[in-house]
Every structure is written in structure tokens, then in C-alpha cells.
């Protein structure tokens, strides 16, 4: 008997995304904003769904494929916290698109595909959920049809995505043909005795890292993040920049660990993959005149800050604790950006921002927190999560590591500070006008979300520091 009960958050997201299809076929297109309430359902059950699994004993199920642990229950909140504040940015952006009620669907969909990601402990599990995820984020990346930057932007997303899962199957099918099993707790029974890896079985690992690093748009499958950060509908935007990182992210700890090093040791290629994004991000960010860019490089540069966990994850008990809480703290940071540029009307150029701390106060001082917040200062959530990471990444013997990302961290100063500049002490440009209440609420509360992670980042570090992780079986 299969237990559903284990995949049942997936489900009703999924139950959700059919409910609010087939209310949008029959609504007018002036009703077409009530989708949502389906989509609002399917979210708080299940959450609640999740919350109920916590505390239950770390186990594989559906004959070892689904990893239900510590790592995807709270891996599973966040992505469906995120989604949640994404929901409310929605309904008044999309109000003059006759498919509104669609969007809802197709962001259901590629949350569930992003929810099966981070439980997955089979091979062929991550493909499908990669392809759920990124075949729907492909859709809302160009949602705006009539707007050549907006396909350019869907479009690029879907030919580096295509081109990433096709490498990503490719080395899947390796993997299968050398070990004959595509299961993580098989595999890992596999390469328990050690010996020297064939030349096939490294290409095909290789492989299907650089398919599961797309999801977390870390180089070298990181230039999709910029164009869809500008052209994509401004709550698109906010989701595909925060929330396929965290499956990805939580895919490729599953997948480091899983691999012996006396067999082959991923972890150094890892920490170069880190350097080398969270470089790249930050070099692409420092001369941004638009906003929402700025923040897609700096979101390139956020994903080399979160695979410095993944690399001493099974070194030191302090790093899957370190990842989370660096992917809550980048989640709420970067969404509350994108919530002040949608209650903004997506407004992109820095210029247009000049003033705003006269003519918009509370708006701006959320996007200040906000960015903030992603330098990494204090007390806000952002600060926590680069804290933790550091201390993980030192404790598991790569001091090095650490250095590089504070030196980066240094350098990423100067392109938020220069908004923060632009905001504060700019002459304004008089009056700004804001998409609706219902965007400036989410607006606040991602704020919010922002200075009491950071406050009150212990009740969630307690927690975090008891996670397990069973992708070995």
C-alpha cells in the first residue's frame, strides 16, 4: 500500500491547480481574479499538511524514492511560504490578461514540481520534478505575451533550461547504466566499498550536477536569472527568483552526500562552483541601471553563498541548519524586493526610484530592510543566514571559502547601497504611482517577515539544528 498520505502537500497543491483551471474556464474575465481562492486553499492545507509531518520519524517511502525528512518538511514550508507572499502580487497585475485565472495554475504547479524536488531521493524523481518545475516557470516567465521582453526572457529561460535537462538526463542515463539504479539508497549500498570511479560514472555525475545547479541558477546555468529578474510579470519574477533555488539547492546536498569521497569527492568542485557564482553574480550586478536585473545578478551571487553549506553538509552537523536558515533569510529579502518593485508598478530604473524615501516612506524603508538584509547586516533575517553559513563553512575546514564570500559580500555593498542612495537622498521626481493595497499589504508583511526572522532567527535555528537528512537510505 503506498503511503499518499506522505506526498499529500504535493497533492493538494496539485488538487488546487485543477480547482482554480476549471473556475477560470467558467468565470468572466472580470472574476477571473477569484482563482486565487483556490490556489490560497491549496496553500494553507498544505502547510498544515507539512506541520503535521514534523517530529515523524525520518524515513524513505514509495519503495525509497521520496525522502521524508526533517530537510523536506522545512524545505516544503518555505516554498510554500514564499509562494504565499508571492499570491497577493498577483490578482491586480494580471487584471488586464484575459488568462489571469491561468497563472495561478501554472504557479501551483511549479511550486508542487519544486516541493517533489526537494524530497526526492531517486534519479529519475529529481527529472520529473525539474521538468514539472521548470516547464511551468517557463510559462509564467513569458506570461506577458505582448511583451517582446518578456518572451525574450521566457524564451532564453527555455532554451538554457532545455539545454541543462537534457545534460541532466543524459547523465542520469549514466549513472543507470553504470550502477544499474537510479535509487539514492541503492547507489549509495553501491559505492560503499570504494575504489576507483570509471571515467563514465564521473561524467555522468557531472552531468547531473549541472542539471539540478539550473534550478538554482548557479554558474554555469546562471544567465537566465538576469533577463527573467526583468522581463518576467513582476510576482513571476519574485517566485522563479527564490523559489526553484530552494529545491535545487536542498537536490544538490541530497546528491553530495550520497557520494563516498573515497569514490569521488564533490565537494572542492562544489566550492569552486560557489566561488565562481557568487563572483559572476556580483560582478554582473555592480554597473545594473535596472532594479529588477540588479536583483537577478544578485540572486546569481545568492546561490554561491548557499552551495557553501551544501559543500561541508556530513562534515559538520552545522550546515544543513546553515543552509536552511540562509535560504529563509534570502527567500524573505528577495521577496520583499520584488513585492516593493510590483506595489510599485515595476518600475526598473534606479533612476526612477530618486526620492522615494519622501514620496513612498514605508515602501522604501521595506526595500532598504530588504536589501539589506542580502548584504548580510544586522538584525535582520539575512544577517542570521550569512552568519550561520560562515560559522558552518569554517567549522567544516573550508576557512578559504568563507574568506572569498566576505570578500564578495564587501563588494555587493556597493551596488545596493547605491539604490539605498538613490532612495534616500535623491531629489524626488514627485508623485509614484502604486499597483493596489492588497500588493502593498504583501508588501508590508514581507517586510515584516524580514526584521522578525532576523529578531527572532533562535526559534527557528532550534528547530533547524534537529533536521535530518536520509537520502543514504
Partial sequence: MMPIGDVGPEIALILASVAGLMLSAFVRHQRQWMAILPA???????????????????????????????????????????????????????????????????????????????????????????????????????????????????????????????????????????????????????????????????????????????????????????????????????????????????????????????????????????????????????WQGDVRRLLGWSSVSQSGYAMMAIVVIGITPKALPALLMFLTGYAVGTLAAFAVVTYLRGRTNIEDYAGLAKTKPWASLVLIIALLSLVGIPPFAGFVGKLTLFIAVVDGGYGWLAVIAIVNTVASLFYYLRIVRTVCFEPSKGHVDVLDSVSGVSTALAGLAVLALGLLAQLLLGPFSHITMVARG
Wanted: hydrophobic share 55%.
Fill in 40 to 286: 490560497a486553499t491549496g496553500i494553507t492545507i498544505a502547510t498544515i499538511l507539512c506541520v503535521r509531518q514534523l517530529g515523524a520519524t525520518p524515513t524513505l517511502s514509495f519503495s525509497g524514492t521520496w525522502a521524508l525528512d526533517g530537510l523536506t518538511i522545512w524545505g516544503r514550508l518555505l516554498i510554500l511560504g514564499s509562494t504565499a507572499l508571492v499570491l497577493p502580487l498577483i490578482p491586480r497585475w494580471l487584471s488586464s490578461d484575459r488568462r489571469h485565472g491561468e497563472f495561478y495554475s501554472l504557479l501551483l504547479l511549479s511550486a508542487a514540481g519544486t516541493m517533489l524536488l526537494a524530497g526526492a531521493a531517486d534519479l529519475l524523481e529529481v527529472a520529473i520534478a525539474i521538468l514539472l518545475s521548470s516547464i511551468t516557470g517557463y510559462c509564467i516567465a513569458a506570461y506577458h505575451r505582448d511583451w517582446s521582453i518578456s518572451v525574450e526572457a521566457g524564451m532564453k529561460y527555455f532554451l538554457i533550461g532545455g539545454f541543462a535537462n537534457t545534460l541532466l538526463m543524459i547523465g542520469i542515463t549514466l549513472l543507470y547504466g553504470m550502477l544499474g539504479t537510479t535509487s539514492y539508497a541503492s547507489i549509495a549500498r553501491m559505492l560503499a566499498g570504494g575504489g576507483a570511479p570509471s571515467p563514465l560514472l564521473i561524467l555522468g555525475i557531472g552531468l547531473t550536477i549541472v542539471g539540478v545547479i539550473f534550478k538554482m541558477g548557479a554558474a554555469p546555468m546562471h544567465m537566465w536569472m538576469p533577463d527573467v529578474a526583468e522581463g518576467a510579470p513582476a510576482p513571476a519574477a519574485a517566485f522563479l527568483m527564490v523559489v526553484p533555488k530552494i529545491g535545487g539547492a536542498i537536490a544538490l546536498a541530497r546528491l553530495v552526500v550520497l557520494f563516498p569521497v573515497d569514490v569521488v569527492d564533490l565537494r572542492p568542485s562544489i566550492a569552486g562552483l560557489a566561488v565562481v557564482t557568487m563572483t559572476l553574480g556580483n560582478l554582473g550586478a555592480l
